[in-house]
């Protein structure tokens, strides 16, 4: 499995951005957005089922960001609204193969990281 994450960029509190992961190879059972701000631990931002789309959102992005998929392009979307600065990190997409908690060691194929920087 191939992921590709694009969309990052720099923005001002308050601000919006679509990031996106196009996946490629076998088909996988969800997608999920995890980030790693500078100095601290990797954490889960939120995931979604290709099959009925069930998406599962952090805490601290509910009701600011929205997961998305495309089934006929194999692309996932993280709408990002309501920007913070803590929501500065690199984001990865990721590919779960089956059923199971959005712990990342649950994830089994990692896309590069794409930069969201939120200023204030």
């Known amino acids: 499995v191939q992921l590709q994450a694009s969309g990052g960029g720099l923005v001002q509190v308050g601000g919006s951005l679509r990031l996106s992961c196009a996946a490629s190879g076998r088909s996988t059972y969800a997608l999920g957005w995890f980030r790693q701000a500078p100095g601290k631990d990797r954490e889960f931002v939120g995931s979604i089922t290709w099959s009925g789309g069930y998406p599962n959102y952090a805490d601290s992005v509910k009701g600011r960001f929205t997961i998305s998929r495309d089934n006929a392009k194999a692309t996932v979307y993280l709408q990002m609204n309501s920007l913070k600065p803590e929501d500065t990190a690199v984001y990865y997409c990721?590919?779960?193969?089956?059923?199971?908690?959005?712990?990342?060691?649950?994830?089994?194929?990692w896309g590069r990281g794409t930069l969201v920087t939120v200023s204030s």
């Open positions: 990721a590919a779960r193969l089956t059923y199971g908690y959005d712990y990342d060691f649950n994830y089994h194929y």
